[in-house]
């Protein structure tokens, strides 16, 4: 379980601090939404490990995670768009994922099964900026499953697909999130994504999370 027990945090200039209390359980989307600046992406920010805060916890399964710097923190972060390196084919882009020294073999190996399980099975040879919007989605997240890491965080990930698209891509992530165990935090401004993905939920309101409806 992912639980984070009054994180509190304020950007310079705030007087009164954000305070973060919610828990997350593995293998489930949980949601938070809240209006425009009521400071989503600062919550985010402070999972990932990009700001730190002035006090509380991040625990998954008991370890506290605020010590640790982003890169070691067992959190990976999917966006709107841009997350890929344009001019790398699909595949490398995947292979990023990887630990270091992985030997060829066994990272071909890998990137093939990665992009099979997101369904793009055959196109880890072309480059990314040929990718469509979704495809690209798919490929992020094929990396994401190489990562291996068990906290999800994901800013508004449907937000630049169509309609059909976002409702393949938000599919695979909760069939993802439910296979791999992740703990998977949703924030979006689209109660249909919520509501199809999200089995708890939080709302942003005066610095503070409450629970959802
Ligand atoms: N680096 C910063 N310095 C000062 N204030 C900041 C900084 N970053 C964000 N803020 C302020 O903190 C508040 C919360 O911002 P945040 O980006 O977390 O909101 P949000 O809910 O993600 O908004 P949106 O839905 O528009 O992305 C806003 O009032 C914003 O102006």
Same mark, same amino acid.
């Given at each position: 379980?992912?639980?984070?027990?009054?994180?509190? +945090?304020?950007?310079?200039?705030?007087? $009164?601090? +954000?305070?973060?209390?919610?828990?997350?359980?593995?293998?489930?989307?949980?949601?938070?939404?809240?209006?425009?600046?009521?400071?989503?992406?600062?919550?985010?920010?402070?999972?990932?490990?990009?700001?730190?805060?002035?006090?509380?916890?991040?625990?998954?399964?008991?370890?506290?995670?605020?010590?640790?710097?982003?890169?070691?923190?067992?959190?990976?972060?999917?966006?709107?768009?841009?997350?890929?390196?344009?001019?790398?084919?699909?595949?490398?882009?995947?292979?990023?994922?990887?630990?270091?020294?992985?030997?060829?073999?066994?990272?071909?190996?890998?990137?093939?099964?990665?992009?099979? $399980?997101?369904?793009?099975?055959?196109?880890?040879?072309?480059?990314?900026?040929?990718?469509?919007?979704?495809?690209?989605?798919?490929?992020?997240?094929?990396? !994401?499953?190489?990562?291996?890491?068990?906290?999800?965080?994901?800013?508004?990930?449907?937000?630049?697909?169509?309609?059909?698209?976002?409702?393949?891509?938000?599919?695979?992530?909760?069939?993802?999130? !439910?296979?791999?165990?992740?703990?998977?935090?949703?924030?979006?401004?689209?109660?249909?994504?919520?509501?199809?993905?999200?089995?708890?939920? +939080?709302?942003?309101?005066?610095?503070?999370?409450?629970?959802?409806?």
């Amino acid at each position: 379980m992912l639980r984070v027990e009054n994180l509190a +945090y304020a950007h310079p200039g705030q007087a $009164e601090p +954000y305070l973060f209390s919610f828990t997350a359980e593995a293998g489930q989307v949980t949601a938070v939404s809240g209006p425009s600046g009521s400071g989503k992406s600062t919550l985010l920010d402070l999972l990932a490990g990009f700001l730190t805060p002035s006090a509380g916890r991040i625990e998954l399964d008991q370890q506290n995670l605020v010590p640790l710097p982003p890169e070691a923190r067992p959190v990976s972060l999917l966006l709107q768009s841009e997350s890929l390196f344009d001019h790398l084919t699909a595949a490398r882009n995947v292979g990023l994922g990887l630990p270091a020294g992985t030997g060829r073999m066994e990272a071909a190996k890998q990137i093939d099964a990665a992009l099979a $399980e997101v369904g793009l099975e055959g196109i880890g040879h072309q480059v990314a900026s040929t990718l469509s919007g979704g495809q690209k989605q798919r490929v992020a997240l094929a990396r !994401t499953l190489l990562r291996a890491r068990p906290v999800l965080l994901l800013d508004e990930p449907f937000s630049a697909l169509d309609d059909e698209t976002r409702m393949a891509v938000r599919e695979l992530v909760g069939a993802l999130t !439910t296979r791999h165990a992740w703990h998977t935090i949703l924030v979006s401004h689209h109660a249909d994504d919520v509501e199809a993905l999200a089995s708890r939920r +939080y709302v942003l309101n005066q610095r503070r999370l409450v629970a959802g409806q």
